[in-house]
Every structure is written in C-alpha cells, then in structure tokens.
C-alpha cells in the first residue's frame, strides 16, 4: 500500500510554456500533498504544503504565482510550472501522508524531470 | 557530514560488510525522524522512522540510532548489498508541524 504516482516522469518545453505535473495518491486518501524541488547532488527542498480543498502553503521564497498548485480531490495534486524558464529546470517530486498511525510518514513520487529550454 | 557545493558524502563499501550512515541535526525540538533512499532518477522510498521517546528500532536489515544528547542520527544497514547503493537522507519533524526537513545526504556506493 501507499503508492504515489506522479505524471509526467519526464517533460521538456520551450521557454514561456507552462507544464503541470500531477500527482496521484493511488491506494489511499492523502491528508496532505507535498511538493519538493531538487538539484542534482543536492536534498530535496520543500515547495509547498497542500491540502484538499483549501490553498496550497508556500514555503518562504517560492513564488505561488509562478508554480500553480491545485489539490482538487483526496487523490490528486497538481502543480504547474508557468511560463517556464530555463532555472525552472529541476526535479520535481511529490509526497502524500495518509494519516491515522502514519500520520507523519510521506510516500514520494517517482518524480518528474522538467527540462525548459 | 556536510556536503561542500555539489560534492555529496560519500561511503563505499564491500558486499556483505555492515554500513553505517550518519546524521547531524541541531534543532531541540525535533521530534520524529525518517531515513529515506533516493535511487537516481527516482523518488525516495520510506525505510524507517523513530520518535524522539526512543532511541533504537529495528526493521528488516536495518536499524536506526538516536542520540539526543548529542543529537545524532545512524542508520546502520546489516549485510549491505549492491542494491543498497543509494543517497540516503535523514529527515526531521519539528514538534507541532508536519514538514519534513531533509539532511544534505549520504552516498552509499556498494561494491561486489
């Protein structure tokens, strides 16, 4: 149990497009949605903190204009990356707590490799 | 350890030997911590938590240490395997959140 799936795994784009990534708890209802970004040989940095039905809670210095997120349902998240730049390239990854006695233990995507050229 | 620009810490290590991954953190009020392995290109994939109360589980092949007094975290891998070789991160909970903050992490490469 507590698998996450996340879409696209890989996605290039020209520079001034958006890209939206979803993320799909595929077993279970998640509490809460996360969204991390990382660079290569570097920790994963949360973006943000999402919950089902309310707005999304930016962690200082990401700009929630500029990357999307929409928790629509129990199941999904997406975030999409507007008008993209070339430093928006990353690896984007997200997580899903489902509460009850995991109350604090986040299941991860495979993440989802955005290349903006 | 600490990790200096892109250079990530790195142990190696011989199948079949035990590996020890080390970690660091300084806030009082962590509470909870997980040990996570990210393989290249993929996401990481849960492999063990302790509470704060504790300060030693066990899981299959793998136990977690704390040390609060020093405020020190190890996960030790028994029997390590090629398929160990991953980035291994420490992450912690402060108390009253529910917001991961992840270490730098450590490279475990594991050598036939």
């Known amino acids: 149990g507590a698998v996450v799936s996340q879409h696209p795994s890989w996605v290039i784009c020209k520079s001034g497009t958006s890209v939206k990534i979803e993320c799909r708890s595929l077993d279970f209802q998640a509490t809460t949605m996360f969204w991390y970004r990382q660079f290569p040989k570097q920790s994963l940095m949360l973006m943000a903190t999402?919950?089902?039905?309310?707005?999304?809670?930016?962690e200082q210095g990401v700009e929630k204009d500029k990357f999307l997120i929409n928790h629509a349902s129990l199941t999904l998240s997406t975030l999409t990356v507007t008008s993209a730049h070339p430093e928006d390239s990353s690896f984007y990854i997200c997580?899903?707590?489902?509460?009850?006695?995991?109350?604090?233990?986040?299941?991860f995507g495979a993440g989802t490799r955005l290349s903006v050229l | 350890g600490e990790s200096v620009g892109l250079h990530l810490p790195t142990l190696s290590v011989q199948e079949g030997d035990n590996s020890i991954i080390n970690c660091a953190y300084s806030?009082?009020?962590?509470?909870?911590f997980i040990w996570y392995k990210q393989e290249s290109g993929k996401g990481p994939q849960f492999i063990i938590d302790?509470?704060?109360?504790?300060d030693k589980r066990q899981g299959q092949r793998v136990t977690v240490l704390l040390n609060k007094t020093v405020k020190h975290l190890s996960l030790q891998i028994a029997a390590t395997q090629p398929g160990d070789s991953a980035v291994y991160f420490c992450?912690?909970?402060?108390?009253?959140?529910?917001?991961?903050?992840f270490g730098k992490g450590t490279m475990l490469l594991v050598s036939p």
């Open positions: 302790i509470r704060s109360n504790m």
């Open positions: 806030n009082s009020a962590s509470d909870y």
């Open positions: 992450a912690e909970i402060l108390r009253g959140y529910s917001t991961l903050t």
């Open positions: 999402s919950n089902e039905g309310s707005k999304a809670t930016y």
């Open positions: 997580s899903a707590t489902r509460g009850g006695n995991e109350e604090n233990i986040q299941y």
